[in-house]
């Protein structure tokens, strides 16, 4: 979503348009590291000395809510944020935890059990794989070890 798109969302969703929240906007849409609030906060305040890691998570919790962006478990590290909204999967590394999207259309096809509908209304899926990236893989090569 390139800025214009992003200033019309924000006033659909009656929420007034300040240079912070522009600020965090592009911070966090530059980004394919999936950044926490705090990574985001850090990098803000150099542009914006005065602003608080409150303003910064709660405005970035405001983007969620909207759909703007999509909150990510870190796991150990927290929530982490995605402004990829589009169908897609994660891989997370249970080292680095550095989380790396990945497509893949029978994923994006996943059907659910015949019961579950009824008990649950499901409004998106996202797979998430956990393993170690290729930085940390443990194993010499990095070649991949899965038990089939």
Known sequence: MDQKQFVRKCRANGIKVTAQRIVIYKELSRSSAHPSALAIF???????PHISFDTVNRTVLTFADMGIIRIVDGGVGGRRFD???GPHHHLKCLKCHSIIDFYHKVYDELRLPEKLPARFRVLSKQVVLEGFCQKCNPSKGGKNHEST
């Open 42 to 48: 850090q990098k803000i305040r150099k542009k914006f």
């Open 83 to 85: 402004p990829d909204t």
